[in-house]
């Protein structure tokens, strides 16, 4: 029994968005995520993907990605990316996975989940890509209270297994070149977070990335950056 994550599987099964134009890594790609999950996921594991799931617009529209997520193996938790217009409420969203009988998929929100001996918490996060704004500025700290509440819920399950780590996984980058979510950073440093798993980012290079901040481990696990195959997390 193990854990995964992967990000930004982009599908779009139902609506016509060819990711093939961001280059010759997404031709196919939804078929290189398929194969390489079914490869490599038992039905035992959990994975973990943060955000970017879908096209769709509302929950009809993303029903053929998430049917084809939750027929792949393993049990699936699922976050919200910026693209993941289809989002609404959780009690909405448990309603329709029940109703459509997609029963391997949960979603990850002001929530946490028990995996082996590691604890699962996290948000969408966000950052200012174009410059600082008020309301990307109201945004953040809103993305900041949630993930406190994702740790508080997190902290919960760990007073109960002690040993367990509590891991967190965004869409958005805490830190990426000179930007610094300080809000989240803060957050994550008072929690004793050491590993942050995130997605959002394409067509990057190991050298272009930051691996650590104060102590904070940060792997990216956009599809593109891991070849469409799902990272192990140790």
């Not at 393993?74 to 959780?90: E, F, Q, S």
């Not at 050298?207 to 481990?217: C, R």
Request: glycine share 6%; aromatic share 12%; proline share 3%.
């Amino acid at each position: 029994m193990s854990l995964y994550v992967i990000s930004d599987p982009h599908l779009s099964l139902s609506t016509n968005k060819p990711m093939d134009i961001f280059g010759m890594r997404w031709e196919n790609h939804a078929e290189k995520f398929t194969e390489n999950w079914k490869r490599i996921v038992n039905e035992t594991d959990t994975v973990v993907i943060p955000g970017d799931i879908s096209w769709g617009i509302d929950l009809d529209s993303a029903y053929l990605d998430l049917k084809l997520i939750d027929s792949l193996p393993g049990k699936k938790i699922i976050g919200k990316g910026n693209h993941d217009y289809w989002w609404t409420t959780v009690t909405k969203m448990k309603k329709y996975v029940n109703d459509t009988h997609l029963s391997t998929i949960e979603f990850l929100y002001n929530n946490a989940f028990l995996c082996e001996d590691k604890i699962i918490c996290g948000t969408r996060g966000w950052i200012n890509e174009f410059g600082v704004k008020t309301e990307d500025e109201r945004i953040i700290k809103r993305e900041a209270e949630r993930l406190k509440l994702s740790l508080l819920e997190g902290e919960k399950l760990k007073s109960m297994n002690p040993t367990f780590e509590i891991m967190v996984f965004m869409h958005y980058p805490p830190v990426f070149g000179g930007f610094l979510n300080l809000d989240i950073i803060d957050i994550l440093y008072s929690h004793n977070i050491h590993n942050v798993y995130y997605g959002h980012l394409h067509g990057m290079k190991k050298e272009q990335l930051d691996n650590e901040y104060i102590g904070i481990s940060l792997t990216l696990t956009s599809c593109d950056y891991v070849n469409f195959i799902p990272v192990l997390v140790n």
